[in-house]
Structure formats: C-alpha cells, structure tokens
C-alpha cells in the first residue's frame, strides 16, 4: 500500500513566483489536511479539504493561499506570489473519513525555500 | 481554545538512558492526544495514541506515554533510548471540530 505522496520533495522559488504543492492521498481515503511547519515552530493546521469541497480553511493565509482536492487527481496547495516568509515544510495529512480519532497519515512534506 | 505546550525545545540523553519528554495540554473534555516522530528529513510517524480506557498506552519503538488527567500531562517514556530515537517529538490533541492541535517539537538528541 502506499503511503501519502508529496511532490516535489523540495522546492525552490524566488520572491513572486508561484508555488504548487502537490498531495496524493493514501487510495481510498477522501479527506486531506495541509499543515505547515515553521522552522523553530511545530505544526500548524491549514486547511481540512474533502473531494471537491474546503470544509474548513481557518489556517489558511486570507490571502495568496489557495487548495483544491479535485474529484481526480492530487489536491494542491497553491501559493502565489511567494515571500520568504513561506519558506516551510509543508506536510499532508489522509484519512479515510473524518478524523474524529486523529488517525492521519502523513507525507514526507515538501520543503519550500524562498529566496 | 485547546491548545499544547512541549516546555522543552532540546533534550540531550546519553544512548542507553531513559527518556521522558514533556507534554501539557489545555482541553476542555476528555481529550484524545497522539504522540508523533519526525526524523530528519522524513514526514511525520505515530507512535501512539490515547483516546480512554488504561491512561498508560503503549506504542512502537518501545515508546509509551501516560495520561494524567489531574495535571493535564501526556509525557512520553522510554526506558533506554538508542541513537536511532534522534528526531523530533510532537504531541498533540485532536480538537471540537476533530482537527490537530501541534505542541512546538521537542528534538531528541542522542550522545554516544
């Protein structure tokens, strides 16, 4: 069975670019969560995605941040006009259903460095 | 609002020693907390979970944690560590709209 995936591992942005991050959940399961850590700083929720739907973005950044979790295909975590202060590694978390028990998988993450 | 606190950012140990690390929680109800691992450059591992029942729960790695509803604690234990347990070390609790709430890390390191 595989894991969560992320991609890319790293990711390496100057000021103003954009930056896609991407989350394949482990098969089967319909709910994804994106966290960020900040170095020095434990995680932080971001957004809770089921297919198709945002049930709650109360981490989100109100602005640049954007998620999706289409019917198809990965969710993404989407950053526009990146600043430094976005250099994190940013982890996914699955399950299968809602997370009542916390029993979310985590990806390995990907480390966004702004420059 | 719920929140954790992990008081120690670095703990050192001599491989071979016993290890506790550290964990508060603020919560309302009966909390379910977790305890996880990350190891350098890897994503983050459960290591075990406490939901009710016996309030010392035993997980992988040898790990176990104890949960003390009177001092609000759910530190982690075990007995002797080996250089492999270097990593990072986050409790959290699962909140009222079932989300994680993270403590900061505690990273371990390990002196031979």
């Known amino acids: 069975n595989a894991g969560v995936m992320q991609n890319p591992r790293h990711l390496v942005r100057r000021r103003g670019q954009e930056a896609r991050l991407r989350c394949s959940p482990v098969?089967?399961?319909?709910?994804v969560y994106w966290y960020r850590q900040l170095p020095e700083e434990g995680l932080k929720f971001m957004v809770y995605l089921q297919k198709e739907n945002i049930i709650d973005e109360s981490g989100m950044p109100k602005e640049r941040f954007s998620a999706e979790f289409p019917k198809e295909g990965p969710s993404i975590l989407r950053i526009q006009q990146v600043v430094r202060g976005d250099s994190a590694a940013y982890f996914c978390?699955?399950?299968?259903?809602?997370?009542?028990?916390?029993?979310?998988?985590f990806g390995p993450g990907t480390r966004l460095l702004v420059l | 609002a719920q929140s954790v606190t992990q008081p120690d950012i670095h703990i050192t140990v001599s491989e071979g020693a016993s290890l506790e690390l550290r964990c508060n929680y603020s919560?309302?109800?009966?909390?379910?907390l977790f305890w996880y691992v990350q190891s350098p450059g890897q994503g983050l591992q459960l290591l075990l979970k406490?939901?009710?029942?016996d309030t010392l729960v035993q997980g992988i790695k040898g790990f176990e944690a104890e949960f003390k509803r009177s001092q609000s604690s759910f530190n982690l234990r075990k007995p002797s560590v080996h250089w492999s347990d270097a990593a990072e070390y986050f409790c959290a609790v699962v909140d009222s709209n079932y989300q994680l709430i993270w403590g900061a890390g505690t990273k371990l390191i390990i002196k031979p």
């Open positions: 098969k089967g399961h319909s709910h």
């Open positions: 406490y939901f009710s029942g």
């Open positions: 978390a699955s399950s299968p259903e809602l997370a009542g028990e916390g029993t979310q998988y």
């Open positions: 919560y309302g109800a009966t909390p379910y």
